[in-house]
Antibody
Framework: QVRLQESGPGLVKPSGTLSLTCAVSGVSIGGTDWWTWVRQSPRNGLEWIGQVYHSGSTDYNPSLRSRVTISVDKSKSQFSLKLTSVTAADTAIYYC??????????WGQGILVTVSS | DIQMTQSPSSLSASIGDRVTITCRASQDIRNAIAWFQQKPGKAPNLLIYAVSKLQSGVPSRFSGSGSGTDYTLTINSLQPEDFATYYCQHYYNNPRTFGQGTKVEVK
């Protein structure tokens, strides 16, 4: 059974860097799937952040590209999200997911990240 | 970016009803659409991909149709566990974008 689990700080200061990790189990992160980050907020709904392949190739949402980095660590079977220069607008539930031919499935349970001083 | 416009934003229905939710893309997305169900406090769950392919474990009362820019999710004979919010998402290109959601509530 494929499982994903997000971890990281639930509170980040404005202008700081949001850093999250997604642990993958039940499937090889080095397979044929892409690995995705999505966030959800009342303000913006569901927003696709970007994705990474095990080779390190990435695709990012242009609206976030200047601030986001997604990376993969095959040895630890995990991938990570870094978002710099955060503001209150980045407050959201962050989900990681496996991208199966375009559709995210399954999703992790999500982690609420609040940007506040 | 491709805009996904879902309608209605909410609807009230009874057990046993047939429910239809539509999603209109701002351009042809060549059948690259998925539908998700989300319950409060939970992550979205994939129901359908590629217009009409049911994800494993999804009841057959869920179905999808459409082409070009217009797509539909249908729930036949609504069950108590189906009261939730539903989202469409295109994956024709990047960035993938989602509809704003349709909340299905008890009438």
């Amino acid at each position: 059974q494929v499982r994903l689990q997000e971890s990281g700080p639930g509170l980040v200061k404005p202008s700081g860097t949001l850093s999250l990790t997604c642990a993958v189990s039940g499937v090889s992160i080095g397979g044929t799937d892409w690995w995705t980050w999505v966030r959800q907020s009342p303000r913006n709904g569901l927003e696709w952040i970007g994705q990474v392949y095990h080779s390190g190739s990435t695709d990012y949402n242009p609206s976030l590209r200047s601030r986001v980095t997604i990376s993969v660590d095959k040895s630890k079977s995990q991938f990570s999200l870094k978002l710099t220069s955060v503001t209150a607008a980045d407050t959201a539930i962050y989900y990681c997911a496996r991208d199966v031919g375009g559709a995210p499935d399954p999703w992790g349970q999500g982690i609420l990240v609040t940007v506040s001083s | 970016d491709i805009q996904m416009t879902q309608s209605p934003s909410s609807l009230s229905a009874s057990i046993g009803d047939r429910v239809t939710i539509t999603c209109r893309a701002s351009q042809d997305i060549r059948n690259a659409i998925a539908w998700f169900q989300q319950k409060p406090g939970k992550a979205p769950n994939l129901l359908i991909y590629a217009v009409s392919k049911l994800q494993s474990g999804v009841p057959s009362r869920f179905s999808g149709s459409g082409s070009g820019t217009d797509y539909t999710l249908t729930i036949n004979s609504l069950q108590p566990e189906d009261f939730a919010t539903y989202y469409c998402q295109h994956y024709y290109n990047n960035p993938r974008t989602f509809g704003q959601g349709t909340k299905v509530e008890v009438k």
